[in-house]
Structures are given as C-alpha cells and as structure tokens.
C-alpha cells in the first residue's frame, strides 16, 4: 500500500470536469464532473469500458482536446484558455505521449524520432542527438539508433516511442493502451521498464482496459458511463516477474 | 532568419518521399516545359517577322511609275511616265523636313569581271542617302559620296558576295573591276542584313549610269525616309500628300492606281507589329493558362500531400509543433519542389529549344530562344506560386487537431 504523504507535490489536480461532443442536434455528455487528483511519483491505471469517457480523459489531461468546463491544475499550473501555440508549448514541455499504434514517424530513423520533440524545445542538433542517444540507451535500444521504424519489432517499436515521450523531460507520461497492439510477453516487458520510470519517479497516468496491465499500477480509477465508479490504491504485480 | 534545422526536416521529408516529392514536382516541370517552349516559339517567330523588315528603314517610302491607265486633261490612256532627277529634286526641296533621307534608283544588270573571275549582277545608280535607307553596313573602304556624284566618277560599292566571288579571298577595295566594258574603281564593300540577294548588288553613283548607260536624266525608283518623328497618322497622310502633288504634277487622273505607285512601309510595318502583338498576347495568355494548371496542380498535389501526412502532422502537434511551424513546413515544402521542378522543367525547355532551334527555319521560326528577363520572372513566378499552392493546404494542416490525427483507425 502507498503511503500518501501531504507534503509530496500535488501532479494533477482535476475538479468537476465536463465534455460533451455535439451529435447532430444532440449532444453526447461524455464526462460528467470528474474529480481526480494525482500526486507525484504515482503511477495510475484509468479503466472503463469503451464509451466511458478514459480516452477523452486522457485527451483533456493531455491539451489535445480542451474541457467545456471545470478546472484543471497541472503542477500548480492552472491550465486554460489555451490556445494552439500555448498548447503546443505546454505539450512540448510538460507531457510526455505513448500511444497504443507507437505512432513513430516512418522516415524518420530511432534517434531522429526521439530527436522530435527537442527540435520543437528549440536545441541545438549536437545536443538533441546526444540527449537522444541517452534516452535510446535507457530503453536498451542505442544499437538500433539508425534503425527505421520498420525494421524494429512491436516491442522495440514502443521503446522508442518511450524514449521519445521521455526526451522531453516532461513532468507527465501520459499512455493510451500502450500495450494494446503488443503481445502478452512483450506488454510485459513494457510494463516492466514503465514500472522501472515509475520507480525512479516519474508520474504516470495508463488509460487500459486490461486487467493484468492495470493491476501492474499503484492505483486504478475505474470509468463509467463519464463519472469515477472507483478509485483504489491496490498492490502493485510487478512485471518483472514474468519476463 | 534561415534555420538550417528547418531546411533539414524539409529536404529530408523531400527526399525520403521519393515517389510523393516526384509526382508533385512533375507537374511543375510540364507545365514550365510547356511555358518554355510557348514563349521560345513565340520569340521566334517574332524573330523572323522582324528579320523581313530587318533589309529596310522601317520609316520608308518607295515611289515607281508605270503607264496610266485613265485618261485625264486631255491625255490618253496607256501613257508611260518617267521620273527625272528635276522630280527627285522637287520632293527633296518643297517637302523641307518632313523628308529625311531620299534617293534614286536607276537599274541596270551588266556582266561584272575582275581577272578572270566572270559574273552578272544587279547595278544600282543611288545618291549616298541610300546607305541609310537600304541600311548597307560598309566594312571595308567607303560608300557612294557627293563628290563622286559631282563629278560622275567611275566607282563602285560592291556586296560582300561580289568580292568573295570575283575577288576570292583578296581585298577589292582599290582595284578596277570591268563592268560591261568599262573599268570602275572599288571604293568599298559592304554588308545588308537583308539577305543573300541584298549583298549580290554593285553600287555606282548614279549620275555615272545616267551619262554612261542613257545621256539621259531618267529614274527608275525614288526612296526616301520620312521624319521619324511621325506618328503612323501623320506618314500615312503625308504619302497621301505625296501622291496627290505627283499625279497633279504628271497630269495623271486622282482616280489612276497604276500611272503612279507610292508605297508607304508603315503600313505594312503596322500590320506586321499588330500581329506580332496579337501572338504576344496569345502566347502570353496560353503561357499563363499553363502555368495556372501548374499551380493548380501542385495545390492539388499539397491537399493530397497534407491528407496523407495527416497522422505525422499529428504526432508533430503531439510532440509539440505549434500551427505556425507547420504552415511554416510545408510551405516551404511546396516553394523548394516548386522552384526545383520548376527549374528543372526550364532547363529542359532551354534545351529543347536549343537542340531544335535551327531546325524550325521552315515553319518561320528563326531562333527561338527565352530571355534571362523571362527566366528570373519566371523563377519568382514559381516561389510565388509555390507558397501559394502550400499556403492553403498548409492551413489547413495547421488546423488539424491532434486527436483527430492519431486516432486509429
């Protein structure tokens, strides 16, 4: 069980929050006033069924799509009124993405992916490489640096992807179904190494909707119908166990 | 501000989409290729029309006569008239300054001979205002002088082709070459634009023919230039005005087309510069409606071109790229494939245009070729166009939510 301690930095704080997509002339209420709030170092599990709101969720939390109301605070920072620049600077400098499909750029080889995201930061190409290498080198990948895409297995795939989210430095890793197109063997050796980032610190937020997966988290909050059904700290199953 | 980063993502998103960066910029290429050589044509043709005008002062006036052909003030028909060097003087002295230059004309073909070099040719008696109006170029020695005039003396300004046909390869200038049976000196050689022809004339002063060949003072031909400060208006109706007193002058009826013929080269000079300019706009018109094409055709290209990188553009914005970094990409995209292709498709043209050049004489086509005025507006052409067939779908891509993006299908 974790110890919540009150002096560990609030991560995410989350009040009341509501989205609803226009449907013709109706419109669909998808979150109905969610209150979440993360602190640092967790690492959490958000669950439902499709059609719960988790994704959408995800996508507010992750300034890819905007709340119609209700407050968020990331990291003492209130966040709205964004604007695309804003959100692309915030995007950019506090989350880190990983997606279910990796969504690597095909042309681009492993280091110049993880490079992306320091190129919008604005730095020099000697320093993104370098930094690019390191983070390739955390995810056991630095001999495929040249590799594209392609010719990296689903696993390898996702690692990059890791790196690429972790380049950046953000303050939040934000993960959609990331071991949704993997294998059992290799969804493990995934939620090892998340676990490992987890371990060394890093808050982490993993929209899923599977139970093994979910129960590798420190907490799971389980989505229904755009409202929090339950939220419980649970016993963490490490990963490593099985790899 | 030129951020070599940028440059880098563009050129390799360029060149690791080979096929895309291809299809795009072949448009291009056509469409300039097509321009290139519309406009290479266009000038040649315009090339040759002027080169028909090239032989003569654009500002001429020829005046013949023939026999009449109405009866009038008592004449009869059938009557020949012949111009005398009083009427040469009469429209060199009561027209004042609205003649500029003016000559006779008296034709003779005599056999020529030097050593034993043998050949006919024309002969043309002139006053030395023909120079001018023929726009003979002398190279060598003089042309036809006051002073021969005066005096009647026995010289000639041969053609370029003479000397090289009786003289070979030796200078003419200061020999005496045998005109039927009489010796003249060569005081010059020279060159005409006109053609071959043009430089297959013997030039003597023309009151030597007139002693020598008649013992009379009858022309064949007045010329003469009008006062280039004329507008078409004003030469018209002062060839008009010409006409009128000559026929008054030989008693010949206003109404007699044949008894006297004044033959104004704007006119002619008129039509000529109508038409070149009518094909000019055409050409031009064309040309443009290529280009346009082109232009539509890489937007379309862009469109297609955003659409298919729509997940990348995605993950871009995902990773951070703000709207402004990505209208600023693909723009310059589309400029850098644009002004490539597009200069590659004016080489080509270029080229084309080179390599067939000489071989278009027939189809009055006389070397056609684009100017380096044409190829830099051409060239801006392109990167205007360029940024504009990207802006849109750079906009557009721009305005793509990220969600929407990486959603997987």
Redesign the interface.
């Known amino acids: 069980m974790l110890v919540i301690n009150q002096y560990i930095n609030q991560m995410l704080e989350i009040k009341k929050l509501h989205k609803s997509y226009p449907i013709g002339k109706d419109s669909l209420h998808v979150l109905k006033g969610i209150d979440l709030s993360v602190k640092e170092g967790e690492l959490v599990a958000i669950m439902g069924s499709s059609g719960s709101g988790k994704s959408t969720l995800l996508n507010i939390i992750g300034m890819l799509d905007e709340a119609d109301d209700g407050e968020y605070v990331l990291d003492e920072m209130p966040i709205k009124n964004l604007n695309e620049k804003k959100a692309a600077v915030y995007r950019n400098k506090f989350l880190g993405f990983i997606f279910q499909s990796f969504n690597l750029i095909s042309y681009k080889n492993a280091v110049e992916n993880v490079s992306l995201p320091l190129y919008y930061q604005g730095l020099k190409r000697k320093e993104r490489h370098e930094k690019a290498m390191f983070h390739l080198g955390k995810v056991g990948l630095k001999d495929w640096a040249k590799h594209l895409p392609n010719e990296l297995s689903g696993g390898q795939k996702q690692r990059v992807a890791i790196a690429r989210a972790l380049a950046a430095e953000p303050k939040l890793l934000l993960a959609d179904e990331p071991t949704g197109a993997l294998d059992t063997t290799t969804s493990y050796e995934i939620m090892d190494f998340i676990q490992e980032l987890n371990d060394e610190g890093k808050t982490i937020l993993i929209v899923t909707h599977e139970e093994d997966i979910a129960n590798m988290c420190k907490r799971i909050v389980r989505l229904k119908d755009g409202v929090i059904m339950e939220d419980t700290f649970v016993n963490q199953v490490r990963a490593s166990q099985y790899v | 501000m030129f951020d070599?980063?940028l440059w880098?993502?563009i050129f390799?998103?360029i060149s690791?989409?080979k096929l895309r960066s291809l299809l795009s910029g072949f448009t291009v290429s056509f469409a300039i290729l097509l321009f290139t050589l519309l406009f290479g044509i266009a000038n040649g043709l315009e090339n040759t029309f002027n080169s028909f005008f090239k032989d003569d002062a654009q500002n001429s006036i020829f005046i013949q006569s023939g026999r009449t052909t109405k009866p009038f003030r008592g004449y009869k028909t059938g009557r020949k008239i012949q111009f005398k060097n009083e009427d040469f003087d009469y429209l060199k002295n009561d027209f004042g300054d609205k003649v500029q230059y003016i000559t006779s004309r008296v034709y003779k073909s005599l056999a020529a001979s030097y050593k034993n070099e043998k050949n006919n040719y024309q002969i043309r008696a002139v006053h030395p205002d023909h120079q001018y109006l023929e726009k003979t170029l002398v190279y060598e020695g003089r042309y036809i002088s006051a002073k021969d005039l005066q005096e009647q003396s026995k010289v000639v300004v041969i053609g370029r082709l003479v000397e090289e046909d009786l003289f070979a390869k030796t200078v003419a200038t200061g020999k005496y070459i045998n005109l039927g049976g009489i010796q003249y000196k060569v005081v010059g050689v020279y060159r005409d634009d006109g053609g071959d022809n043009e430089e297959r004339m013997i030039y003597m002063p023309i009151s030597t023919a007139q002693m020598i060949y008649g013992n009379n003072d009858y022309v064949d031909q007045i010329n003469l230039t009008y006062n280039p400060a004329m507008d078409y208006d004003e030469a018209l109706s002062f060839s008009n005005l010409i006409t009128k007193k000559l026929k008054d002058r030989f008693n010949i009826s206003p109404k007699d087309q044949r008894a006297v013929r004044v033959r104004n080269m704007a006119e002619a000079s008129k039509g000529v510069n109508q038409m070149t300019s009518v094909l000019g706009i055409l050409i031009l018109v064309i040309g443009m409606g290529t280009l346009i094409a082109g232009v539509v055709g890489i937007a379309n290209i862009m469109i297609f071109v955003v659409k298919e990188r729509t997940?990348?553009l995605?993950?871009?914005?995902?990773?951070?790229?703000?709207?402004?970094?990505i209208v600023r990409m693909i723009m310059l995209e589309s400029v850098l494939v644009t002004a490539i292709a597009g200069y590659f498709g004016l080489l080509v043209g270029m080229g084309a245009l080179e390599l067939i050049g000489d071989s278009l004489k027939d189809y009055f086509i006389t070397n056609p070729n684009v100017s380096t005025n044409l190829i830099v507006g051409a060239t801006i052409t392109l990167i205007i166009a360029g940024a504009i067939a990207g802006y849109v779908p750079a906009k557009r891509a721009?305005r793509i939510?990220?969600?929407i993006a990486?959603r997987?299908e």
């Open positions: 070599l980063d880098r993502e390799q998103s690791k989409n997940k990348e995605g993950i871009r914005k995902a990773l951070g790229a703000t709207p402004k970094s721009a939510k990220p969600i990486l997987d």
